[in-house]
């Protein structure tokens, strides 16, 4: 069983950056694909950046150029840096891995405030 724990939300003025950091605990993951998701109020949870066992990586359209998935497996650890914040950028942020046979597993989430 993989526990994710997210840290580093907060409160940010616009066009601010922030640094998302999920730790890992119960494995190693350097098999693992490692995403980040959002959530924000009345909206579903959303796909914003991924990374692969390789290191490729793949982002939502709405925070390509902005924001940046890294991992480093010998931390057991998975960041995300958030750069030139908007408002909409505004939700939950949630972890998540997907290991073998598809097996996921979700931290208990961040929260990021933009906001003036």
């Known amino acids: 069983q993989v526990q994710l724990v997210e840290s580093g939300g907060g409160l940010v003025q616009p066009g601010g950056s922030l640094r998302l950091s999920c730790a890992a605990s119960?494995?190693?993951?350097?098999?693992?694909?490692m995403s980040w998701y959002r959530q924000a109020p009345g909206k579903q949870r959303e796909l914003v950046a991924l990374?692969?066992?390789?290191?490729?990586?793949n982002y939502a359209d709405s925070v390509k150029g902005r924001f940046t998935i890294s991992r480093d497996n010998a931390k057991n650890m998975v960041f995300l840096q958030m750069n030139s914040l908007k408002a909409e950028d505004t939700a939950v942020y949630y972890c998540?891995?997907?290991?073998?046979?598809?097996?996921?597993?979700w931290g208990q989430g961040t929260q990021v405030t933009v906001s003036s």
């Open positions: 990374i692969t066992s390789t290191g490729t990586t």
């Open positions: 998540k891995s997907t290991g073998p046979f598809s097996v996921s597993s």
């Open positions: 119960g494995t190693m993951l350097s098999i693992y694909v």
